[in-house]
């Protein structure tokens, strides 16, 4: 069974950080690349990073350069976010996803975790 498990997330004051955890099974993880994404109440999914499945090459979307760091530990099936300088606006569900493609682009993602929560006060 693919299971892509997310934690770490939980409630932060503007400008503290957090890491977020993607822990995968059920396919092999070293040929996929995996993306963050997350969604606001009452506002569209968009994706924040992602990392390639080969050379560990990264993308971010505007709003996490600069502020976010994606990483991934083939030997532990995990990838992780680290998020510092946290905003309000950053408040979201934030879900891992898996896919072939290294591409920040929600539908060509094959797999899918379940979220966790950020909140950032202000």
């Known amino acids: 069974e693919v299971q892509l498990v997310e934690s770490g997330g939980g409630l932060v004051q503007a400008g503290g950080s957090l890491r977020l955890s993607c822990a995968a099974s059920?396919?092999?993880?070293?040929?996929?690349?995996i993306g963050w994404f997350r969604q606001a109440p009452g506002k569209e999914r968009e994706g924040v990073s992602c990392?390639?499945?080969?050379?560990?090459?990264?993308y971010y979307a505007d709003s996490a350069k600069g502020r976010f760091t994606i990483s991934r530990d083939n030997a532990k099936n995990t990838v992780y976010l680290q998020m510092n300088g946290l905003k309000p606006e950053d408040t979201a569900v934030y879900y891992c996803?898996?896919?072939?493609?290294?591409?920040?682009?929600?539908?060509?993602?094959?797999?899918w975790g379940k979220g966790t929560q950020v909140t950032v006060s202000s």
């Open positions: 059920g396919f092999t993880f070293d040929d996929y690349a």
């Open positions: 996803a898996a896919s072939r493609l290294y591409i920040l682009l929600g539908s060509v993602y094959d797999y």
């Open positions: 990392i390639s499945s080969s050379d560990n090459s990264t």
